[in-house]
């Protein structure tokens, strides 16, 4: 069973940046790399929003509309980690953001989760 660690959060002004990590652990780099992984978020008083999701190798990323353009998901897969590089963040975008693997597209169900990050984009 794969346990997940996000980091990275933390306080941004609104149209700044933050990179979230999150850290694969229990598996191995050839399980990891098997993981389609996504990335996603609640605000409060809100519903699990799906945000990104890539597939195992990497080789393909999908977006929610709402962050097209602006945010970034990438993996290293020899160091069984997922990244989420977020820019020009919108106070609305403020959430406990988790990874999860699985859920590369909304469709797609998810498997573990992280226990999340914290980002709250305030000026």
Known sequence: ???LAESGGGLAQPGGSLRLSCEASGVTEATFSMYAMSWVRQA???GIEWVSGIDSEG???YYAESVKGRFTISRDNTKNTLYLQMNSLKPEETALYF?????ATPADNIG???PGTQVTVSS
């Not at 990874?99 to 859920?103: I, K, L, N």
């Open 1 to 3: 069973q794969v346990q």
């Open 99 to 103: 990874c999860a693997s699985g859920g």
């Open 112 to 114: 573990s989760w992280g």
């Open 59 to 61: 080789s393909n990323t």
């Open 44 to 46: 409060p008083g809100k």
